[in-house]
């Protein structure tokens, strides 16, 4: 491959790597303004931890996969992290917003949520559809202090 070549494939790269990153930036600066407190509100609400309370938030592609026993045994598990508090941190994924470019928009947060008993790591992928946020996918694992 003549050095040439080379050299175009790699401006070529570098310019895509370059715009990816702005609008990754552009994104981020846009969906801090209104997801954050979405998840926030929505972490608030479904700490009750009731099947039903969280059905009102789940995207319908997640509740199509998600058995009803799953369910059950995820609410009995975060149910020990107790209502939810505050958010100590949270961060955009860049990465899931690049790749939203090929498909349907999907937004994803990770950082630690504080409850009345745990703290715990959380990760939430999220939907928008009318005007509000829908969540795809979320876990929440408990931080153990040593």
Excluded: C
Aim: hydrophobic share 45%.
């Amino acid at each position: 491959m003549p050095i040439q070549t080379l050299r175009i494939i790699i401006a070529i790269l570098v310019t895509a790597m370059a715009m990816l990153y702005f609008h990754t930036g552009r994104e981020k600066d846009f969906y801090d303004k209104s997801a954050q407190p979405a998840i926030a509100q929505i972490l608030s609400e479904i700490s009750n931890w009731q099947k039903e309370t969280l059905l009102i938030h789940l995207a319908p592609e997640a509740k199509q996969n998600i058995l009803d026993e799953q369910l059950d045994k995820l609410m009995e598990q975060y149910k020990k992290l107790g209502r939810f508090r505050s958010i100590q941190e949270i961060n955009f994924s860049r990465t899931a917003s690049a790749f939203s470019l090929i498909g349907e928009k999907r937004i994803n947060y990770s950082g630690i949520a504080n409850f009345d008993n745990a703290a715990a790591n959380l990760n939430m992928t999220l939907v928008e559809r009318g005007g509000f946020f829908l969540v795809y996918n979320f876990t929440l694992t408990q931080i153990i202090e040593k």
